[in-house]
């Protein structure tokens, strides 16, 4: 038995997914692909189409005890400029969904860079970034652990195939999860930013062919081209070969004709526009394979000129998102014997609906090749009370002052709105806040501040505090500003992040995240210890900085790594022109060891005037490191800071 929650699937969600993930013979941009793996979902996640193969990287294949792909393996693959043509018509005008997105995201480009090949995709997700933001009740965001929540079977770990098989299967949960809760997706667009991002994006970026978000197709799919009856509104047309302004020209003639152009051939496909039907590119030989017809230029041309009127979809004027009854609850450890395939359940009453997944009666066999997939989790709330305070444009300082009040009350501070939040303080100039509307949605209560200290004197012991890194599920209490902790692991802590957030409804603001390592006399040993977003990494990649979506930056180090004479790595958010914290509002900072939930948080808050905001630094402390909690801000700008730091920005 399934219920229908009337929650529309946010229009702004994109339209197009390529899940991708691909194994290498190492870690930094100058290693090489050896095998990568594509899936292709739609809005709602389902699969439309699979493509995969080996890369003969032309050196060692690395760690081969890992992916498995030994010389003998690759021999006779096909090396990355033979596949790079096929690859991009599988990945352009999609959103990039990755585990780690950064990190497939810059093989690829470094890939694309090296045969000076246009890179086809504008932006990216990552699915560690979502399950953060989806504050998935797990110790860790490596992919096993997401696999095990959401019940899908692993049949071979760091194999690209697989791993982009079990990553749809969870994103597409995860994507049902997020559009349920109202919340937006981690969407990053790396080559965009502010200040010294767009400069130095203008000076480097090469010539690129647009690339735009689809639109649904207003008209339904009539199925294959007939020559007989010629195109009909509603056909899903793929163009291969050419290229350039003819090519762009051709799309957007076919887009206003009624017809949908598709990136990739399927079964769904009508017809495949070439300019060479010899050529042997992977549209060609996908069209082959699945009998697709196939036409000229010339043809397409004389065709597009008497386009037959189609069938219009039948559109709902919401988009319902579908919840289960009942669900099982999460797991920590997988079935012994492989998920089988219990199928998206309709959304009932409206064509075109959204399909979320839900469980069945009972399952079934997986049709053939189909992956596994199982049921959604119930989103679990803390045992700590999660408070947001929403305040007015004029309100800062009250705003500053309720939130340290929520802290010092040993709540969990949050500064956007997610399914966990329980408690929402509304302050007089947010009264008519459209957050309020979905907190509630949410079950969330609403309180004025007076009403806030009301329910703290009705609200029993909540015991002692435990230690900074200890709380629930490996989650982190709040560090207050100013406060250090020891990081585990002495003089090898491994590898760590520091992700700085801010709120959603200001992804508009212009802010940097920076690091600075610096030596024992407070300053940098060369240019290259300064990273920011036009040097977005040290040259040894020890220390390397990333987007992680609209409003949140993420600065991963290897601490057990970086030269002796580092002694401290300083990290600072600033903001571009003539804009001020106050303007941002409160910054959170977590930090973690890599893929796993939250050792320690901070919530920086109060910065009025302020143009630089010192977050936090890690330092050596005798044989280990610690962390501090910085907090402190200043009125003059970036390259003052780095000045300061020995670090002269033209």
Request: aromatic share 6%; with cysteine.
């Amino acid at each position: 038995m399934t219920v229908t929650s009337l929650v529309p699937w946010p229009a702004d969600y994109p339209g197009d997914y390529a899940v991708v993930d691909v194994e290498t013979t190492g870690l930094r941009s100058s290693d090489r692909i050896v095998s990568v793996a594509v899936e292709l979902l739609d809005r709602a996640g389902t699969v439309t189409d699979r493509w995969s193969t080996l890369v003969d990287p032309r050196r060692d294949p690395g760690p081969v005890h890992i992916h498995g792909l030994t010389p003998e393996r690759l021999a006779g693959a096909p090396t990355f400029d033979r596949i790079a043509d096929d690859l991009a018509e599988y990945l352009a005008g999609r959103v990039l969904v990755a585990h780690n997105a950064p990190f497939d995201w810059g093989m690829l480009t470094a890939e694309f860079g090296r045969l000076d090949t246009p890179w086809p995709m504008r932006r990216r997700l990552c699915t560690m970034a979502l399950a953060r933001h989806l504050e998935l009740p797990i110790g860790d965001y490596r992919l096993a652990t997401l696999a095990a929540h959401y019940r899908v079977r692993q049949l071979r770990a760091h194999d690209a195939v697989d791993d982009a098989r079990v990553l749809g299967e969870i994103f597409r949960y995860s994507l049902h999860e997020a559009a349920g809760a109202g919340l937006p997706l981690p969407l990053t667009v790396p080559d965009a930013g502010s200040g010294l991002r767009r400069a130095a994006a203008a000076r480097t970026r090469r010539p690129e062919r647009s690339v735009s978000a689809k639109a649904p197709c207003p008209w339904t799919n009539p199925g294959r081209l007939d020559l007989g009856v010629g195109l009909i509104q509603g056909m899903r047309v793929a163009f291969t070969g050419g290229g350039g302004r003819s090519r762009e020209e051709s799309e957007r003639r076919a887009t206003e004709a009624g017809l949908y152009v598709a990136t990739s051939v399927s079964g769904k496909t009508s017809v495949l526009v070439t300019d060479d039907a010899g050529s042997g590119s992977g549209k060609n030989r996908k069209a082959a394979q699945l009998g697709t017809p196939v036409i000229d230029e010339a043809t397409f041309e004389r065709l597009l000129a008497r386009v037959s009127p189609g069938t219009a979809v039948a559109r709902p004027t919401a988009a319902p998102v579908v919840a289960p009854a009942v669900l099982p609850a999460p797991r920590t450890e997988p079935d012994p014997e492989p998920e089988t395939d219990r199928g998206p359940a309709s959304v009932a009453g409206a064509a075109g609906a959204i399909q979320a997944p839900v469980p069945a009666e009972a399952p079934s066999a997986p049709p053939s090749g189909a992956a596994p997939v199982a049921p959604p989790r119930v989103p679990i709330r803390p045992t700590v009370r999660q408070v947001l305070v929403l305040q007015g444009r004029d309100e800062h300082g009250e705003g500053g002052r309720v939130r340290q009040l929520v802290l010092d009350s040993g709540a969990r501070l949050r500064i956007n709105l997610t399914s966990t939040v329980d408690t929402v303080v509304v302050l007089p100039g947010a009264a008519t806040d459209p957050r309020i509307a979905r907190a509630r949605a949410f079950g969330a209560v609403c309180l004025t501040e007076a009403q806030w200290h009301a329910s703290l004197a009705d609200a029993p012991e909540s015991g002692p505090r435990a230690e900074p890194g200890a709380g629930p599920a490996g989650r982190g209490d709040n560090l207050p500003r100013g406060g250090t902790v020891q990081l585990p692991g002495g003089a090898d802590p491994g590898r760590w992040t520091l992700n700085a957030s801010w709120a959603w409804e200001r992804p508009d603001e212009d802010i940097d995240i920076v690091a600075f390592l610096l030596d024992e006399h407070e300053r940098v040993r060369g240019d290259a210890d300064f990273v920011f977003w036009n040097q977005p990494a040290t040259p040894s990649e020890t220390v390397a900085l990333d987007a992680s979506g609209p409003a949140e930056q993420t600065v991963t180090l290897e601490l057990d790594a970086l030269p002796r004479d580092v002694r401290r790595v300083v990290i600072a958010a600033s903001v571009d022109g003539a804009s001020t914290f106050a303007a941002v509002g409160p910054i959170e900072i977590d930090v973690a060891p890599f893929q796993a939930t939250s050792f320690v948080r901070s919530v920086l808050d109060a910065a009025t005037v302020e143009r630089v905001l010192l977050l936090g630094t890690f330092y050596r402390h005798g044989a280990g490191w610690k962390f501090r909690t910085e907090g402190q801000g200043y009125e003059f700008d970036l390259a003052a800071l780095a000045g300061s730091f020995g670090v002269e920005i033209a």
